[in-house]
């Protein structure tokens, strides 16, 4: 959807979606709105971004705590990074068809594609945090619970810290530490993205991108370990 406001049918649509009715109907077309918007003048879903990923991670955290009763914290933190990450909040996105939705600028032209993942996760991010400030805590406890409750038992939740897993596997079979290279550091300073290397010597390296330098490095583990068979890779689409 480029530039233009939500219609009020596409609102009613949006809303029935996401099972929630805006009683100020202007947050959500901000939550909505790509920065790349013509119309955006600042008013776009950065800074509802930044406030949506706090109020995601409580939520979620706060599932996992009651959940996982005998998890210690270690455990608690690898889930909770896990259902928190752009690829799971893109899913989120996904499953809502969050894409009709957002307006964006000519110089945006697809969503859907795998190279736009981190501004599907930025509006499921902002949709909360609209909400948030539109019906309270409550309200969005609600929404994060239905769309992550699932999501929080899968048993893909299980894996361990990757850093820890390859740190232990690399020194057992070779006797050796991964070693981890930033290579670049890239976008605004509210929504940087990281890319680094980890190299094991024998080993092919591998590189990871993400909104963290460690998440980056976790994300360059996880698939170090997937290629080398150490752990099961997941199934292309999940």
């Known amino acids: 959807m480029k530039g233009r406001s939500l219609s ?31 119309s955006a003048k600042g008013s776009n879903y950065q800074r509802l971004e930044f406030l949506g990923d706090r109020v995601l991670g409580l939520c979620v955290a706060e ?53 736009m993942m981190n501004v599907r996760a930025d509006v499921v991010e902002s949709l909360i945090a609209a909400i948030y400030l ?12 239905l769309h992550w409750t699932d999501r929080a038992a899968s048993a893909d939740g299980a894996r361990r810290d990757a850093k820890t897993e390859l740190q232990e596997w690399a020194h057992a079979r070779f006797g050796v530490a991964p070693k981890y290279r930033t290579d670049d550091r890239s976008g605004p300073d509210h929504d940087p993205r990281f890319t680094v290397t980890v190299e094991v010597a024998g080993l092919q390296p591998e590189t990871g ?9 976790q994300v360059a583990a ?15 689409g999940n």
């Open 134 to 145: 539109d019906g309270g805590l409550e309200a969005a406890r609600r929404f994060v619970l």
């Open 63 to 115: 599932l996992l705590f009651q959940t996982f009763r005998d998890a210690n914290e270690g455990e608690l933190s690898v889930r909770l990074n896990q259902l928190v990450s752009a690829e799971s909040c893109a899913k989120v996105a996904d499953d809502l068809s969050l894409h009709e939705f957002i307006r964006t600028g000519s110089d945006v032209k697809k969503i859907t594609g795998k190279h």
């Open 209 to 217: 991108t993400d909104r963290s330098k460690r998440g980056a490095e």
């Open 8 to 38: 009020a049918e596409d609102r009613a649509r949006l809303e029935a979606v996401i099972g929630y009715q805006f009683s100020e109907k202007e947050r959500l077309d901000r939550a909505l709105t790509h920065s790349s918007a013509r």
């Open 222 to 236: 996880t698939r170090l370990l997937e290629r080398e068979g150490v752990w099961q890779q997941k199934p292309a």
